[in-house]
């Protein structure tokens, strides 16, 4: 994490990717910032039905694609909620922050 971003949650961070990481078997480390981007500004943007964030999460990583590959926990819609509603809005509007510059600057590097 960069020096700038020191001021997040590191913690939460990492139990929010390690949710991921366990319920999406076999999944790339680099599509777990982008599915919790887009979970995150699912649930920010006010929709409170965990499995279209969760789904919406998934289809953005294209998880359904490679079905073969990964291995996708009936738990992650329950695991995910409950790390949601357990944290205040203003701190996941900061880890969403985190993912949203870290994804954009993974971007620009590949280019």
Same mark, same amino acid.
Do not use: H, Q
């Given at each position: 994490?960069?020096?700038?971003?020191? /001021?997040?949650?590191s913690k939460y961070i +990492?139990?929010?990717e390690?949710?991921?990481?366990?319920?999406?078997?076999?999944?790339?480390?680099? *599509?777990?910032? +982008? /599915?919790?981007?887009?979970?995150?500004?699912r649930y920010l943007d006010g929709e409170r039905d965990l499995e279209k964030i969760v789904n919406a999460g998934l289809l953005k990583i294209r998880v359904f694609e490679k079905l073969n590959k990964i291995n996708i926990s009936?738990?992650?819609? +329950? *695991?995910?909620g409950e790390e949601l509603r357990r944290v205040p809005e203003q701190e996941l509007k900061t880890v969403f922050v985190y993912y949203f510059i870290s994804n954009r600057s993974n971007l620009n590097k590949k280019k």
């Open positions: 994490m960069s020096s700038m971003l020191s /001021f997040l949650n +990492k139990e929010l390690s949710i991921v990481s366990r319920d999406l078997a076999s999944t790339s480390p680099d *599509d777990i910032p +982008k /599915f919790l981007e887009e979970v995150l500004r009936p738990n992650i819609y +329950k *695991d995910i």
